[in-house]
């Protein structure tokens, strides 16, 4: 398909794949991407395909890669969320914990991921990352099971340490994986959908541990030990389906024919970002250190994960000290839960359908604000219990705010290893601030953990603030780009074919074939930026999204 031009069709309805020359493809030096490889191996094939084979293939996809990405990050979640929901069943006592070492059990696992993102963007380039994906969540499965045994602050702090150093890999994998295979006008709503197991976590979590929870063992086990074993076992098991079932990437896909493969390629080359190259480059991770974007990003993931680690690690001790029981305030996390899958969701809906990113997350950082500001001023009395549970519920609308980031950096970032570490940066930052955020709260503040909230209630408006800012800049961007372009001889505007909506590219069709197109302008491989693993600055003809 063209890259990000007007792009008229054939009178019959089909969009044409640009065939690839036969003998005189460049260098491999030149065009570095692993689908570039692909579609000159393929260009002798067919090279029409209509909208309607694009959305079977869209489908496939969906059915395939998109319910193994839910069910890795529902399993991340679900594990080093353990903590927290055996919080209320007494792990101080029993593992003997004093001070801040209950925070510390938080913040070590976000540590462990802060240490281990440059390992994990270099593996994410050079490894196949179905593969990649299915060792991580073996490994975090184990380790969690293995937790089980652990019965004081030491031997539970190593093993947090190790839970979060193979946790590491899969909130980039799942970046990786969908920049890999959807569109980016796609990529707002699969983001959001796999983030929503924050919330699908809370459900079923609180459901697991109400359960579990009832179990007497006799006095064998403490309670918080039988969750860590049922949690890492299950993990295990699910790590076998994803080997099984997960592919490396489009090109690679064996549940996909050929001509399928070719469509799921090529409808991605709009992105203008790439799809693999397995080739780590320097000068991409030059490139990422001094983008003033990714800084921004930096800045904004750091201040809503402090609120979110904080809220995390100690969301069920400030419920229960509202005035609830253990098991009633496991009970309440589930609308909690619901309300995040809610919001993400919609959330996710809303950025796609006005384009506007920034947009919404200053809008909805302002919800947790008001749930902070209910919390912090409302009395801890038996009648204000309701009131200060909705604040509570207010404040889960934090976890929106997230996958947007995600999507966001990784929407606005091209080239294989500048992918890879931006996405990596923005993890350092979502880890530094959950490693902040639980220090800020402390069991001794209780039952009002005041110094905690209030904290928590300046990075909401500094998430607020930034998250209005960074469109300016990359409108900046854009023109200078569109600058360029005209210096080239090439058309200044262009149409961002990767956004576009069902909607509009169905009537776009409709309206070129009235008007009697019957020849497509395309783009030749070799003229393609997008699959020469250029970085979205180099690439004059990349298209920034606000």
Same mark, same amino acid.
């Given at each position: 398909?063209?890259?990000?031009?007007?792009?008229?069709?054939?009178?019959?309805?089909?969009?044409?794949?640009?065939?690839?020359?036969?003998?005189?493809?460049?260098?491999?030096?030149?065009?570095?991407?692993?689908?570039?490889?692909?579609?000159?191996?393929?260009?002798?094939?067919?090279?029409?395909?209509?909208?309607?084979?694009?959305?079977?293939?869209?489908?496939?996809?969906?059915?395939?890669?998109?319910?193994?990405?839910?069910?890795?990050?529902?399993?991340?979640?679900?594990?080093?969320?353990?903590?927290?929901?055996?919080?209320?069943?007494?792990?101080?006592?029993?593992?003997?914990?004093?001070?801040?070492?209950?925070?510390?059990?938080?913040?070590?696992?976000?540590?462990?991921?802060?240490?281990?993102?440059?390992?994990?963007?270099?593996?994410?380039?050079?490894?196949?990352?179905?593969?990649?994906?299915?060792?991580?969540?073996?490994?975090?499965?184990?380790?969690?099971?293995?937790?089980?045994?652990?019965?004081?602050?030491?031997?539970?702090?190593?093993?947090?340490?190790?839970?979060?150093?193979?946790?590491?890999?899969?909130?980039?994998?799942?970046?990786?994986?969908?920049?890999?295979?959807?569109?980016?006008?796609?990529?707002?709503?699969?983001?959001?959908?796999?983030?929503?197991?924050?919330?699908?976590?809370?459900?079923?979590?609180?459901?697991?541990?109400?359960?579990?929870?009832?179990?007497?063992?006799?006095?064998?086990?403490?309670?918080?030990?039988?969750?860590?074993?049922?949690?890492?076992?299950?993990?295990?098991?699910?790590?076998?389906?994803?080997?099984?079932?997960?592919?490396?990437?489009?090109?690679?896909?064996?549940?996909?024919?050929?001509?399928?493969?070719?469509?799921?390629?090529?409808?991605?080359?709009?992105?203008?970002?790439?799809?693999?190259?397995?080739?780590?480059?320097?000068?991409?991770?030059?490139?990422?250190?001094?983008?003033?974007?990714?800084?921004?990003?930096?800045?904004?993931?750091?201040?809503?994960?402090?609120?979110?680690?904080?809220?995390?690690?100690?969301?069920?001790?400030?419920?229960?000290?509202?005035?609830?029981?253990?098991?009633?305030?496991?009970?309440?996390?589930?609308?909690?839960?619901?309300?995040?899958?809610?919001?993400?969701?919609?959330?996710?809906?809303?950025?796609?359908?006005?384009?506007? %990113? /920034? +947009?919404?997350?200053? *809008?909805?950082?302002?919800?947790? =604000?008001?749930?902070? #500001?209910?919390? $912090?001023?409302?009395?801890?009395?038996?009648?204000? %219990? /309701? +009131?200060?549970?909705? *604040?509570?519920?207010?404040?889960? =609308?934090?976890?929106? #705010?997230?996958? $947007?980031?995600?999507?966001?950096?990784?929407?606005?970032?091209?080239?294989?290893?500048?992918?890879?570490?931006?996405?990596?940066?923005?993890?350092?930052?979502?880890?530094?601030?959950?490693?902040?955020?639980?220090?800020?709260?402390?069991?001794?503040?209780?039952?009002?953990?005041?110094?905690?909230?209030?904290?928590?209630?300046?990075?909401?408006?500094?998430?607020?603030?930034?998250?209005?800012?960074?469109?300016?800049?990359?409108?900046?961007?854009?023109?200078?780009?569109?600058?360029?372009?005209?210096?080239?001889?090439?058309?200044?505007?262009?149409?961002?074919?990767?956004?576009?909506?069902?909607?509009?590219?169905?009537?776009?069709?409709?309206?070129?074939?009235?008007?009697?197109?019957?020849?497509?302008?395309?783009?030749?491989?070799?003229?393609?930026?997008?699959?020469?693993?250029?970085?979205?600055?180099?690439?004059?003809?990349?298209?920034?999204?606000?």
């Amino acid at each position: 398909m063209s890259n990000q031009r007007a792009d008229p069709i054939q009178a019959s309805g089909a969009d044409a794949i640009t065939p690839a020359p036969a003998q005189d493809a460049p260098a491999t030096t030149t065009l570095r991407d692993k689908a570039t490889e692909f579609l000159v191996n393929h260009g002798a094939q067919e090279t029409f395909f209509t909208y309607e084979e694009e959305r079977a293939v869209l489908r496939r996809i969906d059915l395939r890669v998109l319910p193994l990405l839910l069910g890795a990050y529902f399993f991340q979640q679900l594990d080093k969320s353990s903590l927290s929901y055996v919080s209320i069943f007494g792990i101080t006592d029993d593992a003997r914990l004093v001070g801040k070492e209950y925070s510390w059990l938080g913040s070590i696992l976000y540590l462990a991921q802060l240490v281990m993102q440059p390992l994990a963007a270099f593996i994410l380039v050079k490894l196949p990352t179905g593969k990649v994906i299915a060792t991580a969540i073996l490994l975090w499965g184990s380790s969690l099971a293995i937790m089980s045994a652990c019965t004081n602050f030491s031997s539970l702090l190593a093993m947090r340490f190790l839970l979060g150093s193979f946790e590491a890999m899969i909130a980039p994998s799942c970046v990786a994986v969908t920049q890999m295979w959807w569109r980016r006008s796609e990529q707002t709503l699969r983001t959001s959908y796999w983030n929503a197991m924050n919330g699908v976590t809370f459900i079923v979590g609180s459901l697991f541990t109400y359960g579990l929870g009832h179990i007497d063992t006799g006095g064998n086990m403490f309670r918080y030990q039988v969750v860590f074993l049922f949690c890492g076992l299950l993990t295990v098991v699910y790590s076998g389906v994803v080997l099984w079932l997960m592919p490396d990437s489009p090109m690679e896909a064996k549940y996909l024919n050929e001509r399928e493969k070719v469509i799921a390629v090529e409808r991605l080359r709009a992105n203008q970002m790439g799809i693999a190259s397995r080739k780590w480059r320097w000068d991409h991770v030059w490139e990422t250190v001094v983008d003033l974007k990714t800084w921004c990003w930096f800045v904004a993931i750091v201040a809503i994960s402090i609120a979110s680690g904080g809220v995390g690690t100690f969301g069920n001790l400030i419920v229960r000290d509202f005035g609830y029981s253990p098991f009633e305030t496991i009970l309440f996390n589930i609308p909690f839960g619901v309300i995040q899958v809610l919001v993400i969701v919609g959330s996710g809906w809303l950025a796609t359908r006005i384009q506007r %990113k /920034g +947009v919404v997350i200053a *809008g909805v950082s302002v919800l947790p =604000c008001i749930g902070t #500001i209910l919390m $912090l001023a409302v009395p801890r009395t038996p009648g204000n %219990k /309701g +009131v200060l549970l909705f *604040g509570y519920y207010l404040v889960s =609308c934090l976890a929106a #705010i997230t996958p $947007l980031i995600y999507a966001w950096q990784a929407q606005n970032t091209a080239g294989d290893t500048k992918k890879k570490c931006t996405s990596a940066m923005v993890f350092v930052g979502m880890c530094t601030g959950n490693v902040i955020g639980p220090l800020l709260y402390s069991v001794d503040q209780a039952p009002l953990y005041r110094p905690g909230l209030i904290a928590t209630l300046v990075v909401f408006a500094l998430v607020g603030v930034i998250s209005a800012i960074i469109p300016l800049y990359l409108v900046f961007l854009n023109r200078q780009h569109a600058k360029r372009r005209e210096e080239l001889g090439k058309t200044a505007q262009l149409v961002d074919e990767s956004m576009m909506a069902k909607n509009t590219m169905l009537s776009s069709k409709a309206v070129e074939v009235e008007q009697g197109h019957t020849e497509r302008a395309t783009t030749a491989i070799e003229e393609d930026n997008g699959l020469r693993d250029m970085t979205d600055l180099q690439n004059e003809d990349f298209i920034y999204v606000y």
